[in-house]
């Protein structure tokens, strides 16, 4: 069981965001907090860039919901929180082409807290996922070169190539 003010924090956090309530979802930051998401490879520092931030990914996923894929786990100051978002891909997010895509991708977030408030807050997930991608090309555990990914739409490539040595490995 989470302590009490950790408790609150993580619930009341996954809450406002599934309000998309900016004000109350910034307002659990700290003035100088640091939010990375890996999946979409950003990084921000400070209370107006998460706003900023977190008012893009609300415009191009605009009925994006986040529930517990599992009960949070916490430390003496950190909550590590198993998510999974669902809604609809209605605007550009990290170079990702505009459409009208329901989508569904699991993540994880781990917070640093101190003093009641988030000093650090880590995304983890595969935009892949989060866009309905798909690996192509025909690659196997044999094959060298890069990977590249592209829409469920054949012929229409994502921008984004993996190099062998960005820890991609096939057959596990």
């Known amino acids: 069981m989470l302590p009490p003010a950790l408790d609150e924090l993580v619930f009341d956090y996954v809450g406002a965001w599934n309000k998309r309530e900016l004000d109350e979802l910034v307002s659990f930051f700290d003035q100088d907090a640091l939010y990375e998401d890996h999946g979409l490879g950003t990084a921000v520092r400070g209370k107006g860039a998460i706003r900023r931030y977190l008012a893009d990914v609300f415009a191009a996923l605009p009925d994006a919901t986040m529930m517990f894929a599992a009960s949070p786990l916490v430390g003496d100051d950190r909550a590590c929180i198993e998510w999974v978002m669902s809604g609809t891909e209605k605007g550009e997010l990290a170079g990702t082409r505009p459409g009208d895509r329901r989508f569904e ?16 807050k880590t995304d983890y997930f595969d935009l892949a996922t989060l866009a309905g991608r798909r690996a192509i090309e025909g690659r196997d555990a044999g094959s060298s070169g890069p990977l590249v990914l592209a829409s469920k739409t054949e012929g229409t490539t994502w921008g984004s190539v993996l190099e062998d040595e960005d820890n991609v490995s096939w057959g596990e």
Do not use: D, N
């Open 105 to 120: 991708v699991r993540g994880a977030s781990v917070m640093a807290i101190e003093h009641g408030k988030i000093v650090k």
